[in-house]
């Protein structure tokens, strides 16, 4: 069994605020149906997919885009998430999606999101952290000037930075193996980062999509997948929580711990 860390099971949604200081981005956005499971819920992957979005306006507000990381030949690359939800939106609700950057750690850069109704009941909260890369070596790469542009916030009630390590199981008993497929690959050249939460939730049989909802989810990007290639990919429940782990050649890919809650 593995010793839990009780810090997981916390979910952390800053109180809902009208107005937005400086440095933080507000969006909507309307649940679509092609975002939805069986049961008109919205996928937890396709809320990091929209984290994934408004990162790229928030960051364009100050002077970086694509053709930004192109000319310098840099990536953007997520290295750990962890993901935190009281409820997921229902298919044609209207959500506020807000974004804001928190303090640097080491190397990585910190992105913080929170999702709410319109009305402002806090739904959901995402945690980030980005490292600049070289695009030919892969290797960490020298800051862009501009990300000092961006202020740093601190925001009362909002979740911590991603664990860089937790408690894992050691010994996960099964096994399903997964191609890589042409369109899970992004700008980047390799798999998205919102498509491994896509791999995790497809694990599940339909009785427990049924009867579980996802609360936290604690994901660490190890070594990048480029399409074609076949991730083997380890899991097993303990309680409610779905451990993870995807190799690929010999080397671990990622790991994920998804702790659910019953229906």
Not at 118 to 135: I, N, Q, R
Not at 207 to 232: D, R, S
């Amino acid at each position: 069994m593995v010793l839990e860390d009780n810090s997981m099971n916390k979910v952390k949604i800053p109180t809902y605020t009208a107005e937005n200081p400086n440095g933080m981005l507000e969006r909507k956005f309307i649940v679509k149906k092609e975002q939805t499971n069986l049961d008109g819920v919205m996928n937890p992957s396709d809320l990091l997919r929209k984290t994934e979005k408004i990162t790229l306006v928030h960051m364009n507000q100050y002077g970086m885009n694509r053709e930004t990381f192109e000319k310098e030949q840099k990536l953007w690359v997520i290295v750990w998430n962890s993901l935190q939800i009281k409820r997921l939106p229902h298919l044609a609700e209207e959500i506020v999606l807000k974004v804001w950057a928190g303090s640097p750690i080491n190397i990585s850069q910190v992105r913080k999101y929170a999702f709410y109704t319109l009305t402002g009941e806090p739904l959901a909260s995402v945690a980030s952290m980005f490292m600049l890369m070289d695009k030919t070596t892969r290797t960490v790469a020298t800051p862009i000037a501009n990300l000092k542009k961006i202020p740093i916030l601190k925001v009362n009630g909002e979740p911590e930075p991603p664990k860089m390590t937790i408690p894992f199981s050691k010994e996960l008993s099964q096994i399903q193996t997964r191609v890589v497929q042409p369109e899970e690959i992004d700008i980047n050249e390799h798999m998205n980062n919102t498509c491994y939460l896509d791999w995790v939730m497809d694990l599940l049989t339909k009785k427990e999509q049924t009867g579980y909802t996802p609360q936290n989810i604690w994901i660490k990007y190890i070594k990048e997948l480029k399409v074609k290639e076949e991730a083997l990919i380890h899991y097993q429940w303990e309680d409610n929580v779905l451990y993870v782990k995807g190799s690929h050649n010999g080397n671990d890919s990622f790991m994920i711990r998804a702790e659910f809650r019953n229906n």
